[in-house]
């Protein structure tokens, strides 16, 4: 059974950095792509970031480019997300989400096929 386990989140100053964790299990992600997406109170999933298992590569949203580096940990399973200079619009609950093969792009909340419960971050102004 596949396990995604967030970790991380918490209540922060604006200005703050914060890094978040996910914890995966269950299967081999050798060929996956894991990512990290957010969603604020009445508003859509938003994508953030992803890193490719193997490889390491990662991809970032705008919003994200420059403030958030996603890395992960293949001996302990664990992808993380640290976020720096944080700002109120980055408050919500943060999900970590894994899928294999996909002709979607990596933004796409409906491609991927397993997802944490999500952990609660507040950036307070």
């Known amino acids: 059974q596949v396990q995604l386990v967030e970790s991380g989140g918490g209540l922060v100053q604006a200005g703050d950095s914060l890094r978040l964790s996910c914890a995966a299990s269950?299967?081999?992600?050798?060929?996956?792509?894991l990512g990290w997406f957010r969603q604020a109170p009445g508003k859509e999933r938003e994508f953030i970031a992803t890193i490719s298992w193997s490889l390491g590569n990662t991809y970032y949203s705008n919003s994200a480019k420059g403030r958030f580096v996603i890395s992960r940990d293949n001996a302990k399973n664990i992808v993380y997300l640290q976020m720096n200079s944080l700002k109120p619009e980055d408050t919500g609950v943060y999900y970590c989400?894994?899928?294999?093969?996909?002709?979607?792009?990596?933004?796409?909340?409906?491609?991927?096929?397993?997802w944490g419960q999500g952990t609660q971050v507040t950036v307070s102004s």
């Open positions: 269950g299967r081999s992600f050798s060929n996956h792509i």
């Open positions: 989400a894994a899928r294999g093969y996909s002709d979607y792009g990596p933004g796409e909340p409906h491609s991927y096929d397993y």
